[in-house]
């Protein structure tokens, strides 16, 4: 179930201060779907 893990494991490491510039298309597509009113989803 589980891999086997060595020390000398390359990290994965997560910028959490990384910020998408203002024309990026994530943008676009997050908009899009917080506009979707929640009853639609539910």
């Not at 494991?9 to 024309?23: A, H, I, K, R």
């Not at 298309?25 to 989803?41: E, H, K, N, Y």
Request: no cysteine; proline share 5%.
């Amino acid at each position: 179930m589980y891999q086997n893990y060595t020390i000398g494991q390359t990290e994965f490491v997560l910028n959490y201060n990384y910020d998408l510039p203002q024309n990026h298309v994530a943008r676009l597509i997050s908009d899009f779907v917080d506009s979707i009113p929640q009853d639609v989803l539910l």
